[in-house]
């Protein structure tokens, strides 16, 4: 079940990842906060600050429910790689950035060596 826990801990520090880049200061302070309720259209920009917070949250959750089971450099490393090759393959799939057999080696290496540390823990 840890495991598990990780798992959906990366998942979140994906989401977590773009929510942040999606995130736009200037246009929250620009909201109209007075006339928002009435219009609830103009609340828009705040939905990636929302995102951010309940992705944020979730994934130190999940992260500590983890590492309770998980020795904690494992847990961490393990969550840092599936974060990085969560992002990486959101970037080729859906961003339709480049993806060379240089990145897909290295990615595999991540990979390889979170199997590994899955098997000794």
């Not at 826990?5 to 994906?14: I, M, P, Q, T």
């Not at 109209?32 to 600050?49: C, G």
């Not at 057999?101 to 540390?117: K, R, W």
Request: glycine share 4%; net charge positive.
């Amino acid at each position: 079940m840890a495991w598990l826990y990780l798992f959906v801990a990366s998942l979140l520090e994906v989401c977590w990842t773009y929510s942040l880049k999606a995130l736009n200061m200037q246009k929250i302070r620009d909201v109209d906060w007075l006339n928002s309720f009435s219009q609830p259209a103009t609340l828009t920009p705040v939905l990636p600050l929302v995102a951010y917070v309940g992705f944020g949250l979730g994934n130190v959750i999940f992260l500590s429910l983890a590492m309770r089971h998980i020795p904690t450099a494992t847990a961490y490393a393990a969550w840092m790689a599936l974060a990085v090759v969560g992002l990486m393959l959101v970037d080729s799939l859906m961003l339709k950035q480049p993806l060379t057999l240089q990145h897909l080696f290295f990615t595999s290496l991540i990979v390889i060596g979170v199997l590994g540390l899955r098997r000794l823990s």
